[in-house]
């Protein structure tokens, strides 16, 4: 399960898929689990509020 939340991660693939597919009743499961392979999370949020913010 590991590899497979870490690669769909990694393919950008949305975490309420992920989570979907590996049969976790809430997404915080899977975020609570995997989310360290997706670190730059913050990062790409802020840099999309801002992209619209500034158009």
């Given at each position: 399960?590991?590899?497979f939340a870490t690669?769909?991660?990694?393919q950008n693939i949305q975490p309420k898929i992920v989570?979907?597919?590996l049969?976790?009743?809430k997404i915080?499961?899977?975020l609570?689990?995997?989310?360290?392979v997706i670190p730059d999370i913050q990062d790409e949020?802020?840099?999309?509020?801002?992209?619209?913010l500034t158009g």
């Open positions: 399960m590991h590899a690669l769909a991660f990694k989570s979907e597919a049969g976790h009743s915080g499961i899977t609570n689990l995997y989310s360290h949020l802020a840099n999309a509020v801002a992209d619209v």
